[in-house]
């Protein structure tokens, strides 16, 4: 042991761990984060099943000539919007879902899925991939953009009195 100049011990280096044991701690978080990285570019995606639907309507988009993105009602065929501008959030979901569909040789005549969920989820899928985007994450503004187009407070799939 060694003393200090107060003359009270120390231990000496190594003594409170082994000198294998940082390495160690080291090489397990080195595979811990290699096994996740490999289950993740692998296609593992957790299962995460979002709640009850509160909320749904089915929605086509539609690209007009001026530049211009028409939001359809895909049950009445009535248009709910009209987005001009520049409207970065709209378009920057709806092109990865477009690109999605590209990618499975889908069209872009089959309508999405806007949902709110029981659990506060407002989500926006595709049927045709099964690809889903939770637009709550993206924070209250950027959900804004979509949630005025959900259909009025009326529960679906509840059975009508």
């Keep these: 042991m060694n003393t200090v100049a107060s003359g009270l011990p120390t231990a000496d280096r190594g003594t409170l761990f082994p000198r294998w044991f940082p390495r160690a701690v080291g090489a397990l978080l080195v595979v811990l984060l290699a096994s996740l990285a490999v289950l993740r570019l692998g296609g ?16 086509r988009f539609a690209d007009e000539s001026d530049g211009a993105v028409r939001v359809i009602d895909h049950a009445s ?8 501008g520049e ?8 092109r990865g879902l477009a690109r999605d569909r590209r990618q499975h040789g889908i069209g872009a005549g089959l309508p999405y899925l ?18 889903r985007i939770d637009l709550a994450s993206f924070g209250p503004d950027n959900a804004a953009v979509f949630v005025r187009w959900l259909p009025p407070n009326e529960p679906t799939g509840a059975p009508t009195p």
């Design 44 to 59: 593992f995606e957790p299962a995460v099943e979002p709640g009850a639907v509160l909320r749904e309507r089915a929605l």
């Design 77 to 84: 065929g009535r248009t709910l919007a009209l987005m001009r």
């Design 87 to 94: 409207q970065g959030f709209l378009r920057g979901v709806l």
């Design 114 to 131: 806007l949902s709110l969920r029981d659990d506060g989820r407002l989500l926006i899928t595709d049927p045709a991939t099964g690809q």
